[in-house]
C-alpha cells in the first residue's frame, strides 16, 4: 500500500493509471475509519476489479466545517486507518494537508469555489450554511486529482450523494458515483466517526435517531392515503425528545431525487433527520 501526502506525487500516479488504462476506484473520507468506511472500499475493489486501483483519501476539509463545529476536534486516528486501509486491499492512501490541499499557506489564500445551488440549500445545506460549499470543491479538487472511474460514497449521508451527483452531471466530471448502504451498529445507530463522541448513556440515547425512522415507517405503513408532514414532524420531535440527551435540529420528508419537501408522507418518501445527543450532532436517513 502507497501513502501519499503530496499533490504532485498523487497527480504523477494518476497520469500514469491513465496512460496505461488502469481503472481507479476512490473512496473519499475524513478518516477514523470505521466498518462503513471500509464497506465502501469494498465496493470499490469489486468496481474495478482485482487489477484497479483503490484509492482513499483520508482528509479532514477545513473548508466544510462551520464556526463553531468540531473541525478542531475531530477525531483522527491515523496509525489505525492505515492498519486498516491496509487489511481492506486499499492501494493508496491519499492523506494530504492543508497546505497540499489549499494553495501554499492554506485555507486563507483559496478563492475558488464549486456551489451546487439547489439541492445543497434544504436539510443540511439550512442548518450548515457553507458546508456543502467546502463539501464539493474538496470533491471536485480530489476529483481532479485521482481522476477516479468510479467514486463510492455512503447512503449515511444522503444529501451529500445527490450534492455530487448533480455536480458530476452539471460540471461533466468523467466519474461514476456508486452510493454504498449505510452500516449500523446492532442497535440501528449509523456508524459515524462523531459516534466516538458519545460518553456513556448518550450513546445508547443516540439509538433514537434509528428508533423514529422506524416509528416514521411503522406510522405511514399503517396509514391508508399517508400522514401529514406537519404532524408526523412534531409527533416524531416528541418521541425524540424524550431521551433527556436529545434535542431534534431538523427532521424533513422529501421527494428522494429532488429532496423537495412533500406535504403528506406516504411510502417511498425519503425522511432525513439531524439530532444533537449532548453536544453531538448526529444526522440519519432512509427511506420510508
Ligand atoms: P466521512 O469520513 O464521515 O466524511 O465519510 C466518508 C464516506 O463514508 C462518505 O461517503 C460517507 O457517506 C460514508 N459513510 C460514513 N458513515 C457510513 C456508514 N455508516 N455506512 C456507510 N457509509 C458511511
Not at 117 to 132: C, I, Q
Not at 215 to 239: D, M, N, T, Y
Request: aromatic share 8%; glycine share 6%; net charge positive.
Amino acid at each position: 500500500m502507497q501513502i501519499i501526502a503530496s499533490v504532485p506525487a498523487l497527480q504523477r500516479l494518476a497520469q500514469r493509471w491513465s496512460r496505461t488504462g488502469t481503472r481507479v476506484g476512490f473512496v473519499p473520507t475524513m478518516g477514523s475509519l470505521h466498518d462503513g468506511h471500509l464497506s465502501l472500499v469494498k465496493r470499490a475493489r469489486q468496481l474495478v476489479g482485482p487489477r484497479g486501483k483503490v484509492v482513499l483519501s483520508i482528509y479532514v476539509n477545513p473548508t466544510q466545517f462551520g464556526p463553531g463545529e468540531d473541525f478542531s476536534r475531530y477525531p483522527r486516528d491515523w496509525e489505525r486507518d492505515l492498519r486498516l486501509c491496509r487489511a481492506a486491499g486499499v492501494d493508496v492512501v491519499f492523506a494530504p494537508d492543508d497546505r497540499q490541499m489549499y494553495a501554499g499557506d492554506a485555507v486563507a489564500r483559496h478563492s475558488t469555489y464549486v456551489v451546487e445551488e439547489d439541492l445543497a440549500r434544504t436539510l443540511e445545506g439550512a442548518s450548515r450554511p457553507a458546508h456543502f460549499r467546502g463539501v464539493t470543491t474538496v470533491v471536485a479538487k480530489l476529483f481532479n486529482l485521482v481522476r477516479p472511474e468510479v467514486a463510492v460514497f455512503g447512503a449515511k449521508d444522503f444529501q451529500q450523494a445527490a450534492v455530487i451527483r448533480r455536480m458530476v452531471r452539471d460540471l461533466n466530471f468523467p466519474v461514476h458515483i456508486d452510493v454504498a448502504p449505510t452500516l449500523r451498529e446492532p442497535d440501528g445507530l449509523a456508524m459515524s466517526s462523531r459516534n466516538q463522541y458519545l460518553r456513556g448513556s448518550k450513546r445508547a440515547q443516540a439509538a433514537v435517531l434509528w428508533r423514529s425512522i422506524r416509528e416514521a415507517r411503522r406510522a405511514v405503513r399503517r396509514s391508508r392515503r399517508g400522514i401529514s408532514a406537519v404532524r408526523l414532524k412534531q409527533r416524531l420531535k416528541r418521541f425524540i425528545e424524550r431521551e433527556p440527551a436529545a434535542r431534534l435540529d431538523y427532521i424533513e420528508f422529501f421527494e428522494p431525487d429532488t429532496l423537495v419537501p412533500v406535504a403528506k408522507v406516504t411510502r417511498g418518501a425519503h425522511l432525513a433527520l439531524a439530532v444533537f445527543v449532548g453536544k453531538t450532532r448526529l444526522i440519519d436517513n432512509a427511506p420510508l
